[in-house]
Structure formats: structure tokens, C-alpha cells
């Protein structure tokens, strides 16, 4: 079961500075600890070890397949424990290969007062 700490941790795993930026002022604003991965290289080793409730990340990464990624994590036991919302600009792809495995998904571009509301909703939820 996650503390009110982890529960206040929001994983940001996106390559597009611009964008990451603008959801971490959001998240600041809000009382949220943001951490920011540009890599996704021993991803559920760090889920496990920091116990985030909230990723958002993207699926065109850079070094990975977000979708691969995604069901890699949704199949390790303590790792898939993280919600997440999925921000993409292939929803439709999206929607049909991981719909059941995340909390929510974002067509790129969106509005990040909406984000943060998905954020708000994702960390009042109950454990997994």
C-alpha cells in the first residue's frame, strides 16, 4: 500500500521538454513531486524501488516501444501497482492495444488543466 508520499509522486516519461515542462509547473502547483525519465532504461526497477502512484507517459519514446513498455510493466507484480495515463499522438493505436491496462489516454496535443485533473482522479484511487 503506497503512503501519502508515494501517492503524491507523479512519473513524467516523455522526450518533449516543452511539454514536460509545462506538466511539472502544473504538478508543482498542485503539491505534487514530479520526476522526470527521458529514458525508460531499468523503468520497473524504479517503479518498484520509488513506488510512484501516477506515471504519464508517452508511447513514441525515443530508446523504447511504449506500448511494449507499457505491458511490461502492467506484467511485473510490483511495478504494475503504478497507475497510468497514457499522453499520445496515435490514440487510436493506443486505445485499441492498451485501453484496459491504463487509466487514462491523452490525444496529444491537450489541455494539462484536463491532465491534471486525470492526475488528481488517478491519485485518489484505491491501491491495485
Known amino acids: 500500500m503506497a503512503n501519502d508520499l508515494d501517492s503524491k ?5 516523455e522526450d518533449d521538454a ?11 502547483d498542485h503539491g ?3 520526476i ?6 531499468d523503468i520497473i526497477k524504479f517503479l518498484k524501488a520509488e513506488k510512484p502512484k501516477t506515471m504519464i507517459m508517452d508511447v513514441a519514446l525515443t530508446d523504447a516501444d511504449g506500448i511494449t513498455l507499457l505491458q511490461e510493466i ?4 510490483e511495478a504494475k501497482k503504478t497507475h497510468v495515463i497514457v499522453m499520445s499522438n496515435y490514440s487510436t ?3 485499441y492495444k492498451v ?6 489516454i491523452f490525444q ?3 489541455d494539462v488543466e484536463t491532465l491534471l485533473e486525470s492526475v488528481d482522479r488517478v491519485a485518489a484511487m484505491d491501491d491495485k
Open 99 to 104: 485501453r484496459d491496462e491504463v487509466e487514462e
Open 9 to 13: 509522486k507523479v512519473v513524467i516519461l
Open 108 to 110: 496529444k496535443p491537450f
Open 74 to 77: 502492467k506484467g511485473d507484480w
Open 36 to 41: 522526470h525519465l527521458r529514458q525508460t532504461r
Open 18 to 28: 516543452e511539454l514536460t515542462d509545462a506538466i511539472e509547473r502544473r504538478l508543482r
Open 93 to 95: 493505436r493506443v486505445n
Open 32 to 34: 505534487y513531486q514530479s
